[in-house]
């Protein structure tokens, strides 16, 4: 079936220090691809999606990169900042529904 | 632009009671998802409304029910509640069912059940 994996957290990193978090996905054909993200106390946001293969999504100095070949939508960024501290769920669109992976919480320390 | 509100935002049931949770989609959205999302875990797919019809649903079984308004509005109702019901139920409403308006969720903050 379809589904996402996301590397488990928590990752706690210093400011300014680069980030990834690995994200790799099962599903047949060609899913769009997200990261949401999740402050404490409010609703999951939409940092960015790519809809096809190679199609790179960037907001706020987050970058993704859909690949094909790897399965694979990385989130990256390179400098964080105390206020990236969230958690960051890696998603897939199929059939029109939404399917989320698990979440990694990210912790910046000043 | 308003965004997605939900109410209440916490409550407390005891188990086999039944539970109404409430959504105001964002203006000019016309779809609506339920989502529940248990402590640690991803958002979870419940259903889906579009046009005052569920077009879609998760693993989950009867007890969890739901309707749309013709204002999109939407509420979420669970019967018989179970300890395993304590979760954030999310509510995300979209344009359409498909292509690219469909594939950008609004979320609102959620609503926290806890089931004693």
């Known amino acids: 079936g379809n589904s996402v994996t996301q590397m488990e957290g928590p990752v706690t990193l210093s400011e300014e220090a680069f980030l990834t978090i690995n994200c790799t996905y099962t599903?047949?054909?060609?899913?769009?691809l997200f990261w949401y993200v999740q402050y404490p106390g409010e609703g999951l946001q939409l940092l960015l999606k790519a809809t096809k293969a190679d199609d790179k999504g960037s907001n706020k100095g987050f970058e993704a990169t859909y690949r094909k070949e790897t399965t694979s939508f990385h989130l990256e960024k390179g400098s964080v900042q105390v206020s990236d501290s969230a958690v960051y769920f890696c998603?897939?669109?199929?059939?029109?529904?939404?399917?989320f992976g698990k979440g990694t919480r990210l912790h910046i320390l000043p | 632009e308003t965004g997605v509100t939900q109410s209440p935002t916490h409550l407390i049931k005891t188990r086999g009671q039944q539970v109404t949770l409430r959504c105001s989609s964002q203006s000019g959205h016309n779809t609506v998802s339920w989502y529940q999302q248990a402590l640690g875990q991803g958002p979870q797919f419940i259903f889906q409304?579009?046009?005052?019809?569920?077009?879609g649903r998760g693993n989950f079984p009867p007890r969890f029910s739901g309707l749309q308004f013709p204002n999109y509005s939407s509420e979420l109702n669970v019967n018989a509640l179970e300890l395993d019901d304590s979760a954030l139920y999310l509510c995300?409403?979209?344009?359409?069912?498909?292509?690219?308006?469909?594939?950008?969720?609004?979320f609102g903050a959620g609503s926290r059940l806890t089931v004693l």
């Open positions: 995300a409403s979209s344009l359409g069912t498909s292509g690219s308006g469909a594939n950008v969720l609004t």
């Open positions: 599903a047949t054909g060609y899913p769009s």
């Open positions: 998603a897939l669109n199929r059939d029109d529904k939404i399917i």
């Open positions: 409304y579009y046009r005052e019809e569920e077009n």
